[in-house]
Nanobody, 124 residues
Framework: QVQLVESGGTSVQAGGSLELSCAASGLTFRDYAMGWFRQAPGKEREFVAV????????SYADSVKGRFAISRDNARNTAYLEMNNLKVEDTAIYYC?????????????????WGQGTQVTVSS
């Protein structure tokens, strides 16, 4: 049974930093690209960042480029999202997802497995 478990979400003031983690089990982690998505109240789920299976390639949404950094530790079966200079508009539930294609991909429909999400709230 595949499980992706996000952690690290909390409330933070604008300008602050957070690191989210996504612990994977039940799959061969190194075979999957890992993505982060987010969904704000009343909005559709959107792409945030993705890292290839080996970690050599990454891609970011324009809204987070230069502020967020995605990484992974294949020995620990864990993906990370470091978020800096957080803005109120970053408030959302953040989800990690696994993509067997292994390449950087921003399309939700290409991800086979999803976590339950972790709430990030940024206040002014």
């Amino acid at each position: 049974q595949v499980q992706l478990v996000e952690s690290g979400g909390t409330s933070v003031q604008a300008g602050g930093s957070l690191e989210l983690s996504c612990a994977a089990s039940g799959l061969t982690f190194r075979d999957y690209a890992m993505g982060w998505f987010r969904q704000a109240p009343g909005k559709e789920r959107e792409f945030v960042a993705v890292i290839s299976r080996g970690g050599g390639a990454t891609s970011y949404a324009d809204s987070v480029k230069g502020r967020f950094a995605i990484s992974r530790d294949n020995a620990r079966n864990t993906a990370y999202l470091e978020m800096n200079n957080l803005k109120v508009e970053d408030t959302a539930i953040y989800y990690c997802a696994a993509n067997l294609r292994g390449s950087v991909n921003a399309l939700l429909e290409n991800y086979e497995y999803w976590g339950q999400g972790t709430q990030v709230t940024v206040s002014s």
